[in-house]
C-alpha cells in the first residue's frame, strides 16, 4: 500500500471541509475539495482515481450529495481497499443506525473536534492503514458473543433493535439496525430473543461497537443443562 500524500475532502459544508483541509496541510498532506458525481460508485472510483487517502463527513445533505450518507461512501472505499477516515459532529446520535449499520468497515471514526487536529488525522491514518494490512486488531478484533433482546422498535422508518452484549456492559443495551440480522432470521426476532454474532467486545465505547454475522442462536438441548 502506497503512503498517503494526497487527501480527499468530502464535506458539503464550506467552512467544515475548509477546516479539515487546513488541518491535512499543517499535517503534511495535500488535500483538495472532492465534487460530488452521479452516483456513490462514480464517486468512490474518482476518489481512488485522483487520491491516496480520503477523510468524509458523515452528513452529506445538499445538491448532489443529498442522497449520499458518509458513513456509506467511507465504507465503500474501504472495503475497495482506499484508507478513509469518517468524521462527524453528530457521532453519537447517528451511531447506532446510520453509522453502525457500515461501521464494520469503518476502521475509524473521529468526532469533529478532533478531526481539526493534525496529529490525530495522522494517527486515523494510521490505524485504518493497519487494518487494511493486518486486519482487525485490538478493540476491532471480532469475538464471538450472544446477544439478549430487549427491545425490538421502530425510529423514524428503520426498524432497531435494543440488545445487551455479552461480555461488554451487562447494564446498557446497544442498539444496533435490525437488518444486521441475518434476512431469514429478522421476521422471528422479539423481545427476549437471544442472538449470536462476532462483535468488538474489547471496544471502551459504545459507538465503536459493531456486528458481523448476526443470527438467531440455536435453541438449547434439552439434555445440556440450560433447562
Request: net charge negative.
Amino acid at each position: 500500500m502506497k503512503s498517503i500524500k494526497i487527501v480527499a475532502v468530502v464535506d458539503d459544508d464550506d467552512q467544515a471541509a475548509l477546516t479539515i483541509i487546513h488541518a491535512l496541510e499543517d499535517g503534511r498532506f495535500e488535500p483538495y475539495r472532492q465534487e460530488a458525481a452521479e452516483s456513490l460508485s462514480a464517486l468512490a472510483d474518482l476518489i481512488i482515481l485522483n487520491s491516496d487517502a480520503a477523510v468524509c463527513d458523515h452528513r452529506l445533505r445538499y445538491g448532489a450529495f443529498a442522497d449520499i450518507s458518509g458513513a456509506e461512501l467511507a465504507a465503500a472505499l474501504v472495503e475497495k481497499r482506499h484508507p478513509t477516515i469518517l468524521v462527524t459532529q453528530y457521532l453519537d446520535q447517528y451511531a447506532d443506525i446510520a453509522i453502525r449499520t457500515y461501521r464494520s468497515s469503518l476502521p475509524v471514526v473521529l468526532r469533529r473536534e478532533d478531526a481539526d487536529e493534525p496529529e490525530e488525522l495522522r494517527a486515523a491514518f494510521a490505524r485504518c492503514v493497519n487494518e487494511l494490512r493486518r486486519g482487525k486488531v485490538d478493540d476491532r478484533k471480532l469475538h464471538r458473543t450472544l446477544l439478549q433482546v430487549m427491545d425490538v422498535s421502530d425510529v423514524g422508518d428503520v426498524k432497531v433493535i435494543d440488545a445487551i452484549v455479552n461480555g461488554w456492559n451487562p447494564k446498557d443495551t446497544v442498539r444496533f439496525p435490525l437488518s444486521l440480522v441475518s434476512e431469514g432470521d429478522q421476521g422471528r426476532v422479539a423481545r427476549f430473543s437471544i442472538l449470536e454474532a462476532f462483535t468488538n467486545v474489547s471496544a471502551l465505547e459504545k459507538v465503536d461497537l459493531y456486528f458481523e454475522n448476526v443470527k438467531l442462536a440455536p435453541e438449547p438441548e434439552w439434555d445440556d443443562g440450560l433447562r
